[in-house]
């Protein structure tokens, strides 16, 4: 048997491969030429250009894994019904869920690559792309975040940083601005820059303006160097909170959710919870196809291959629909995140099992 398994999935490896090969050349040259003025403008050399295509690369192989999988998957099926080698492993008393054994070992596989590429590499690389061709273009330096907006809402506290090095952890000309709990204003803090420095702030050149004394305009206390204990807030957290959802690892969504809560502020959560659980609901796509897509294969027939290719194509593309429709339906509070992540999956697991019936 382990014959059978190394030849079904050398029979299945190599279409697989062209298939992502012609994806990414395919998104390669459609990108290359969007950005091709960019690239002219800034002189670009080669280097510099595989840098920002390295950085991106992720999120595109995780978008384009589940379609090369069903591509593979058929031609692969094709070939071997063309030659009629399915009928000789049936007739020789293989039985179906045999010969998929090995190629659903490979959608596991890729299930779990995506999941992993998904969570480490994916969150944040468009922005880091695109900050890489500023900094390519003059108009930003590495590890440096502009016009920082930061919220604790569990403190009611605001901060507006101009200028961030998240590398030192030196803060150029930030603002902090507290309220008190029924919104009006308690303190403004202006500071020349700051410094993190054994877990706590270090504010040099400070001007204080204490609101709640109730005189107009506030009277402000001027300060070479201080430090405020309540303000607690790291670096790693005003730069982690004021990502948006999809830059966030799931680590860090389920972090701001918990602290979103703990704040009273549950109406600001559906976003983070649909992004949650559709990080981890999309890998499994890769399975999803593969379950759909080898029942379709076995009816393969010389004159009817297009026809099972077309209707898996078909069912993707519906299946990225209902999954953005249902993803929108949580972010409007319409349904439960998690129903709302995995219900596309359950009803294509749903049709996968009675295409699967109908190949037996």
Sequence with gaps: MRILNRYLLREFLLPLLYCLDAFVLLWLVMDLFGRLDDFIEIHARFPQVFRFYLVIFPETVVQIMPMSLLLGLLFCLANLGKHNEILAMRAGGIS?????????????AATVLVLVVNEVFVPGAREKANTLMKIYK??????????LFFTNLQANRDWYIPRFNVRTGELQSPEVHERNPDGSVLRDIYAAHAVWTDNHWVFYNVDVYEQSA????????????????????????????????VEMTSRELRRTIRALERAGHSRQTPELRATLHQRYAFPVTCLIVMWIGFPLGMQNRRSGALMS??????????????????????????????????????????????LMWRAR
């Design 96 to 108: 179906l869920g045999r010969i998929a054994a090995p190629l659903f070992a490979i959608g596991v």
């Design 309 to 354: 290719v077309g209707t898996a194509l078909v069912l993707v593309v519906t299946y990225y629909i209902a999954s953005q429709f249902s993803f929108k339906l949580a972010l409007g509070q319409h349904l439960p995140a998690a129903l709302a992540a995995w219900l596309t999956n359950l009803a294509f697991l749903i049709v996968g099992g009675v």
């Design 138 to 147: 003059g108009r930003a330096e590495p590890d440096v975040v502009d016009n």
């Design 214 to 245: 109730g005189n107009t305009p506030p009277p402000v206390q001027r300060f070479q160097q201080m430090t405020f204990p309540q303000i607690t807030e790291p670096p790693r957290r005003l730069v982690t909170e004021n990502k948006r959802p």
